[in-house]
């Protein structure tokens, strides 16, 4: 019990303080009891008595006491009383929070919440600790009502940094919850001004938008944005990605255009017509505008071209490194797109190499004894972003299932890696001897490849990502190789790019700038394709049973008009046929682009269907065996969708072009051993789609072929390709190295 020191009751609240301090919590009570006793009309003893209550766990015991020394008050003195208990409570959190003792300060803070619910600070500080103990899920918002009080405190009420630290800290936390976008929302008004706010704001925009594939929700951020400054070219640059990739192609193609309209330099400008020609074409419907944008940045890049421009910044320059990604889905002209190309790849590498020279002089340093003693395993480093449940991902499995470990050691450089519950990505990480998840520091991406000693470096992305390009100009492994994801890049620190006798012409040297190293066979196989159950049934379409069905399932980039008009006359020509339509595009304005061609060239609409996405790429690989006859696309042919068509056994019309993109379908029917099918002008494309679907003996014997094929063709040995590719490995290393 206390002392002597009861005798004079200002030592007696010293004492008390002091072993409240301490966390002597017993003591401090036993003192104010005590005070209580001496001097019970003041009402501080009780309320500190009712807080080391509180701090021994007794909450109930607190509560009691603090409405026990408040009953027999007038409201004016409650009122009184209440504040003097909240501003202790209040200072007690806070020395709390400075020690970091979040929990005993959240505690603290909830019995504040209790007494004065409606206190805006308190509520904000406890959204703090309540993220900083891992409590917070987002409800709490709506629950405490924090939204309402927000948006109702008048301007300047609130402090603005504890404000945007809240704020700030709930988007790092569950940027996806609806709570978290009505928190920024309400926040607007009070934050406006702050410089600060609108990039918390992008920033989070940015990480749903473009991290977690969630452009929708991203939206909602970025036009938060441009409530603060709607002419921003930052914000309009992402919010045209974002109104894209989530489908809405008119407000993205209109948000590039503005974006565009406020560029002044050459690359920003290029930069913008970029996006206003993924826009266009992303939806599918628009090419007549979309060969008119695209001449327009072909002038652009030429006047870039001529300026040959020094220094540029490191952000237009990764921007340009797949300036001509557009180009094949418009034209089949290589040489010229090839031109181009080169020319443009050279100049982002040079630039690359002047703002990143440390890097570049360290790593050529090196090079030149990379491989004077190799005794152990070649080390093989693949570079991706799509190393997941994408085409590039389904198709490269096999090469990472059958290498052999003896000869080599496997390092996966997976760039913009994001943990979403993914498979495909996981079993990855798993396949390889060392696998670095990294973000899109290109800087850094390097240098981490650079210091594993990588011997060969296998990229899988090409022109469809940017900043992997920066990477590329580096050569941070003296031989640098692009394979499968797109065709070559043209930068002249890239030894090689895989093919095949078919997929490029015997001329194809003659305008690219690596060395096409060819395989033997083919530049890809698979040992197969899983495939689902369908849920595509004829009567569910209104289509007879005995009815001759074309499909064609491609994104709107490959849609190109003059194909598609190929398309609509063999359908015109076969009767009792019917054309199925699937693929990435807006529906409203794809299919306003199929109707019209369907009746300049006098077919019937109600032969045409469009079909809507799947739940899985193996209920899409089993709904293709609805179709008698598949279409190809040109001057883009399918890929990974030709390998599905022919997997599942499917007559195939392609036309073959010279570009890579345009003979895709070609190496893969030559190696399953089947040339019905195989057009070489756009006659023999329409000859063959009319011959194909109206034989059907020979659409049985051509099915017939390529099942048998999965024994004995190339294409579906996976096996020997990846023997194949390693020999290809060891064949440039002693290329490189005289060994």
């Not at 652009?300 to 340009?320: F, G, K, W």
């Not at 060392?434 to 992305?461: C, G, M, P, V």
């Not at 698979?526 to 007879?544: A, C, K, Q």
């Not at 390998?643 to 195939?652: A, D, F, Q, R, V």
Request: hydrophobic share 35%; glycine share 6%; proline share 5%.
């Amino acid at each position: 019990m206390p002392n002597n020191s009861l005798n004079n009751p200002e030592e007696g609240q010293q004492q008390a303080k002091k072993y409240l301090t301490e966390g002597s919590y017993r003591e401090a009570a036993e003192f104010y009891q005590e005070l209580i006793k001496t001097e019970s009309d003041v009402k501080s003893h009780y309320w500190y008595f009712g807080l080391t209550l509180l701090l021994q766990g007794q909450e109930m015991e607190a509560q009691t006491t603090w409405l026990l020394a408040m009953m027999e008050g007038e409201p004016e003195e409650i009122e009184t009383w209440t504040g003097e208990l909240l501003q202790i409570l209040e200072t007690e959190a806070k020395r709390r929070e400075t020690q970091e003792d979040y929990s005993v300060a959240w505690l603290i803070r909830g019995h504040i919440r209790e007494i004065c619910p409606t206190q805006i600070n308190n509520l904000l500080g406890l959204i703090q600790l309540t993220i900083a103990l891992d409590k917070f899920t987002g409800e709490d918002l709506p629950d405490w009502d924090v939204l309402e009080l927000v948006e109702e405190q008048p301007v300047g009420s609130i402090p603005s940094d504890l404000l945007l630290s809240v704020l700030k800290n709930c988007l790092n936390t569950v940027p996806l919850h609806p709570s978290s976008l009505k928190l920024a929302t309400v926040c607007t008004i009070h934050l406006q001004q702050d410089p600060d706010f609108m990039q918390v704001l992008l920033q989070t925009a940015k990480d749903v938008g473009y991290s977690r594939h969630q452009p929708q929700q991203a939206i909602g951020f970025a036009e938060l944005c441009l409530r603060i400054d709607s002419f921003n070219p930052e914000v309009l640059q992402h919010l045209a990605t974002f109104y894209q990739d989530a489908g809405n192609y008119t407000q993205g193609i209109e948000k590039a255009k503005q974006f565009y309209s406020l560029m002044s330099s050459l690359p920003d400008r290029i930069f913008g017509m970029q996006l206003v020609l993924r826009g266009l074409m992303s939806a599918g419907g628009y090419w007549d505008e979309a060969s008119h944008a695209l001449d327009e940045y072909e002038s652009l890049l030429l006047m870039l071209i001529e300026q040959q421009p020094l220094n540029l910044h490191p952000v237009p320059v990764s921007r340009l490194f797949n300036a001509t990604f557009f180009f094949p889905y418009f034209r089949d002209k290589p040489q010229h797109t090839k031109t181009i190309q080169n020319q443009i790849a050279r100049l982002c590498q040079l630039n690359t190499q002047i703002y990143a020279q440390e890097e570049a002089e360290r790593y050529s340093s090196r090079r030149k004894n990379h491989g004077r003693e190799r005794p152990r395993a070649l080390k093989i480093g693949y570079l991706s972003q799509d190393l997941r449940s994408h085409s590039v991902g389904w198709l490269a499995r096999w090469l990472f299932q059958y290498h052999d470990r003896t000869q080599f050691e496997i390092y996966g450089y997976f760039v913009g890696y994001k943990p979403r519950g993914d498979a495909l990505q996981e079993w990855y990480i798993t396949q390889v001897d060392s696998a670095h998840t990294l973000n899109s520091n290109s800087l850094a991406i390097a240098e981490q490849i650079y210091q594993d000693e990588i011997d060969i470096l296998i990229d899988l992305d090409s022109l469809t990502l940017d900043f992997t390009g920066e990477v590329k100009s580096l050569k941070p492994a003296p031989i640098q190789v692009t394979w499968l994801g797109w065709d070559a890049s043209g930068l002249p620190a890239v030894d090689y790019f895989i093919a095949d006798p078919y997929v490029l012409p015997d001329s194809a040297q003659n305008y690219y700038a690596e060395k096409i190293w060819r395989l033997p066979q083919t530049y890809i196989a698979v040992d197969g394709f899983e495939v689902g159950i369908p849920t595509l049934r004829r009567d569910l379409l209104d289509i007879p049973a005995n009815a001759m069905i074309y499909y064609t399932g491609q994104r709107g980039y490959k849609r190109h008009p003059d194909t598609a008009k190929l398309q609509m006359q063999i359908i015109k020509a076969v009767p009792n046929s019917y054309f199925l339509i699937k693929g990435l595009a807006e529906e409203e304005s794809i299919q306003r682009f199929f109707y019209q061609l369907a009746e300049e060239e006098g077919v019937e609409c109600d032969r045409l269907r469009f079909l809507p996405p799947v739940a899985s790429e193996e209920i899409h690989r089993a709904n293709l065996g609805i179709a008698d006859v598949v279409l190809d696309t040109y001057p883009y042919n399918g890929a990974t969708t030709t390998l599905e068509t022919l997997w599942m056994g499917i007559p195939l019309v392609t036309r073959v072009g010279e570009q890579f993109a345009a003979r895709n379908s070609y190496t893969m029917m030559m190696n399953v051993g089947v040339t019905e099918g195989i057009a070489w002008t756009d006659e023999d494309y329409v000859e063959w789609g009319i011959r194909l679907g109206t034989d059907a003996t020979l659409r049985e014997e051509i099915s017939w072929r390529m099942r048998r094929s999965r024994q004995s063709s190339p294409l579906w040995n996976a096996q020997k390709f990846t023997r194949e590719m390693e020999n290809a490995y060891q064949q440039m290393w002693q290329i490189q190295w005289g060994q």
